[in-house]
């Protein structure tokens, strides 16, 4: 049952703290989560002790550095709490120094040449701001993970550093209102996640689905989406159990999972969670990705996380909700109703709008990956061009501060020159416009360009860092100047007219976007091996060194890491493709048109007049394609031979961009084409009817 009481039940959050600790650890630690600094010392041992006691007590018996390595999935190694005291007798421990540092043996972990193999081990140090959590008997501590001289090993370390960057330049800002209260600025993210659920046994007969994550074969099912009834539809029984298992697993963690409802797709999927501070919502993310395929299994259904799984159908992709959140509460990007505050958002407003079109190429890199490929290069929404949505009222504002123009909207309102005085408007403007990838949503700007697959980590960080950096810069700038209000009033003015074209409030799918975008010089890369370089690009560099977020080598380690996941899963997408057309497909054909030709012969050898024209086509037809696929997949494995002489990442990564993908285009074309032609019972695995209806 799900209950407020049980809520966070597995979780050593402010209720477990208070209750465990000592007031004046207790207060220390607090200090230390709302700072966002590292754990003092020392207190540590006491926190540590408190916690084992408290794991133990809710039936863990190890205890793991849980983080978030470069690879993109979640890492742990796991510890047993027992020790031996000095007279050799088993007890039960957990010390304040393996809690601040674990030692992981890192060496089977991607670093990109940060850690030379004789330096194996990085370590890991507790993010105190993110709760601890049991899991399967586990004390798992949210931790960050660095090499010993201190460069980033995971997502989460830059992305802690960019909360301070964010955080110390919004004070500054804040400042100049004469707020002198607020200590500490943190961006708010609520994600909404998506994803497929589809029969283990059915999923267990595609090797595609088992090696891949997506079908890289598949003729389209009779039925899709086209009737829009599976949205907001009935959950099938077994997916029902799935949620309310989900719901509960979650509720314990403290994870704040809000809503379930089915998405477009067939057999898709959406959940949401209410939003909290960024680092916490990335974990809390994390662990809903690894609790949702668990607790799928569990039900005899696979959580399908990848970006496309189907062809033909929608894919799944993250909505990444952020905002700015004063330590008292105010969220800074929520139009006020006094002037005050009306200033205030639209500094900051004007902040992101800025921060998004100078760093468009960084932001679109940050979500970049093969799986998402097929969304944002492809003909889904969002678009792979960055733009943002502010809606027709904002925008009009915006246009008449420009142009120094009173506003004349909805509700007339004189906007005197020099004097921020918005017009009253609805705050839930919002935008039901599905195909912008950044949208402004009355309080907080939407992401949707992450995949379903990613770590929300590294886009924020990057989303933070360009916004800080602009911060830094209007903090730059009015600190100095004597009269505030009419030098905000032109700071807000020459930015939106400078950065005005990042701004796009029509249809994104339509193909004249693309032209127009072009016009006002918006980048467009559809492509992964098109959008890296910006991650080593020098303004780019330039600007995340400067608000201390990654250091040029941790750039240049992560670009080749990219550049490297994203060759390997195009890999083994083709050596996949290639062993099920060898191994599957082409013999299965070929057992196909044995037994058709066989049954021709033996109607022929009873009634010899009979032409059979019908059986002579299928035949002629089934063999000239099988000749067609396995030409094709003959200069696939020919491609994939010479994959291995390429020299560096990046040329490899566009050539399997140009060639081999194209080539695996092709002989899914091809092999689609049989499909249809092959009675059912011959084709060698599950068709894509069977795995949108078949449970
Ligand atoms: P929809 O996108 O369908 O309008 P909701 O209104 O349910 O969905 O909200 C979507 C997400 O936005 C939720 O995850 C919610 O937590 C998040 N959200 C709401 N307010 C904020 C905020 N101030 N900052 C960040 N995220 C927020
Ligand atoms: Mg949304």
């Not at 674990?102 to 993010?127: H, I, K, Q, V």
């Not at 301070?164 to 100049?176: E, F, P, T």
């Not at 004097?419 to 919002?430: M, S």
């Not at 009355?442 to 360009?466: H, K, V, Y």
Request: proline fraction near 4%; aromatic fraction near 8%; glycine fraction near 6%.
């Amino acid at each position: 049952m799900i209950s407020t009481k049980r809520f966070g039940s597995m979780a050593f959050n402010d209720d477990a703290m208070r209750n465990s600790l000592s007031q004046e650890v207790y207060q220390s630690l607090q200090q230390t989560i709302r700072q966002g600094k590292s754990l003092d010392p020392s207190i540590a041992d006491e926190v540590a002790s408190a916690m084992k006691d408290w794991a133990i007590e809710h039936g863990a018996t190890h205890y793991t550095h849980w983080f978030q390595p470069m690879s993109g999935v979640t890492a742990e190694k796991h510890d047993s709490f027992l020790s031996i005291d000095p007279k050799g007798r088993p007890i039960l421990e957990f010390s304040g120094s393996e809690l601040i540092k674990g030692e992981p043996d890192a060496s089977s972990f991607p670093s990109g040449g940060l850690r030379a193999t004789f330096e194996a081990r990085g370590y890991t140090t507790w993010d105190p701001t993110s709760y601890a959590f049991i899991k399967d008997n586990t004390l798992c501590i949210p931790t960050a993970f660095c090499t010993y001289s201190g460069h980033a090993l995971d997502k989460k370390t830059p992305l802690l550093r960019s909360m301070d960057a964010l955080s110390k330049q919004a004070v500054r800002i804040l400042r100049l209102f004469g707020d002198e209260v607020t200590a500490r600025v943190t961006p708010s993210v609520g994600v909404e996640q998506e994803y497929f659920l589809i029969d283990r046994e059915l999923f267990r007969k595609r090797k595609d689905l088992v090696y891949a994550g997506r079908t890289l074969f598949g003729s389209r099912a009779p039925k899709e989406q086209e009737l829009d009834d599976h949205y907001f539809g009935a959950f099938p029984e077994r997916v029902s159990a799935f949620m309310k298992e989900l719901d509960e697993a979650l509720w314990d963690l403290g994870v704040y999972a809000k809503t379930e409802h089915n998405e477009v797709a067939p057999a898709q999927y959406e959940m949401a969670m209410i939003h909290s501070t960024a680092n916490i919502a990335v974990d809390h993310n994390q662990l809903t990705m690894e609790v949702m395929q668990k607790i799928a299994e569990r039900n005899n259904l696979v959580c399908l996380l990848h970006e496309k799984p189907f062809a033909g159908v929608n894919g799944s992709g993250k909505h990444n909700n952020w905002s700015l959140s004063t330590d008292w509460g105010q969220n800074l990007l929520s139009p006020g109703d006094t002037p005050h505050e009306n200033e205030i958002f639209l500094l900051f407003l004007t902040a992101v709008i800025r921060a998004v079109d100078e760093y468009q190429d960084l932001i679109r890199m940050s979500v970049a990956s093969a799986g998402n490929d097929h969304r944002l290069g492809a003909n889904e929404a969002p678009p792979a061009i960055i733009s943002i949505f502010l809606g027709e009222e904002l925008t009009g504002i915006l246009d008449s501060i420009e142009k120094r123009l009173p506003y004349e909207g909805t509700e007339k309102t004189e906007m005197k020159l020099g004097v921020l005085t918005l017009p009253r408007f609805p705050k839930d403007t919002a935008d039901r416009n599905r195909t912008s990838p950044v949208a402004f949503t009355g309080n907080r700007f939407e992401f949707r360009m992450p995949g379903s697959s990613d770590t929300l980590g590294c886009m924020n960080a990057m989303i933070n860092a360009s916004v800080a950096d602009v911060l830094r810069d209007f903090a730059d700038h009015l600190e100095n100047e004597k009269d505030l209000h009419s030098a905000l009033y032109e700071l807000i003015r020459t930015t939106y007219r400078d950065h005005r074209r990042i701004v796009f409030n029509g249809n994104g799918y339509d193909a004249s976007w693309i032209l127009e975008a072009e016009k006002r010089g918006l980048t467009n890369d559809r492509t992964t091996p098109d959008c890296l370089p910006a991650l080593v690009q020098e303004k780019n560099r330039k600007m995340l060194e400067r608000m201390g977020v990654y250091s040029e080598t941790e750039l240049q380690s992560r670009y080749g890491i990219l550049l490297d996941i994203y060759c390997k899963t195009i890999l083994i997408e083709a050596r996949t493709m290639v062993d099920m057309v060898r191994r599957q497909i082409l013999p299965s054909v070929g057992t196909y048109l044995g037994r058709v030709a066989q049954d021709t012969n033996a109607k022929k050898m009873l009634i010899p007049e009979l032409e059979c024209k019908y059986e002579m086509k299928l035949v002629r037809m089934l063999t000239d394609r099988m000749d067609q696929i396995e030409s094709t997949v003959k200069e696939l494995e020919t491609a994939l031979a010479s994959a291995a002489s390429f020299d560096s990442g990046i040329e490899l990564s566009h050539f399997l961009k140009e060639d081999v993908i194209e080539l695996m285009e092709r002989l899914r074309t091809e092999t689609d084409a049989a499909e249809i032609q092959v009675s059912s019972e011959y084709w060698p695995f599950p068709v894509y009817g069977d795995l949108f209806f078949g449970f």
